[in-house]
């Protein structure tokens, strides 16, 4: 039987939590959710394969997530996707600088 990919989704907003959860569940991926950023720091420690990271969140924005989770030797190659309405091209730069492996535009 081959295992299931499991993905972390970081939001605060429950709707979107919710919505991404049963969407990725039809699919067939596992998922475990976090609710701001630093719930997300502690939930990594159940190896998600990619995580799904929103950006404005209280307690921690996932810029400062995925800074922190580049920099550890044991989660830097986890696949980050930064998942925001934020379409600047300040915000797409401050993805990649904290190390984000994809940023989509809003509208994709």
């Known amino acids: 039987m081959t295992k299931r990919s499991k993905i972390l989704i ?10 991404l ?3 990725l569940a039809d699919l067939g991926y ?5 609710a701001n950023g630093q719930e997300a720091l502690q939930k990594v420690a159940e190896a998600p394969d990619p995580i799904l990271l929103d ?7 996932g810029f400062t997530v995925c800074h ?23 915000d797409r730069i401050k993805g990649i600088e904290a190390g984000a492996d ?7």
């Open 10 to 19: 970081v939001d605060d907003e429950p709707f979107n939590l919710d919505y």
């Open 21 to 23: 959860e049963q969407e």
């Open 30 to 34: 596992e998922t475990v959710s976090a």
């Open 55 to 61: 950006v404005m969140m209280p307690v921690m924005d």
């Open 68 to 90: 922190i989770l580049k920099e550890n030797d044991e989660t830097r190659l986890i696949p980050v996707v930064i998942m925001t309405a934020l379409g600047a091209v300040e």
């Open 102 to 108: 994809d940023f989509p535009s809003p509208s994709r």
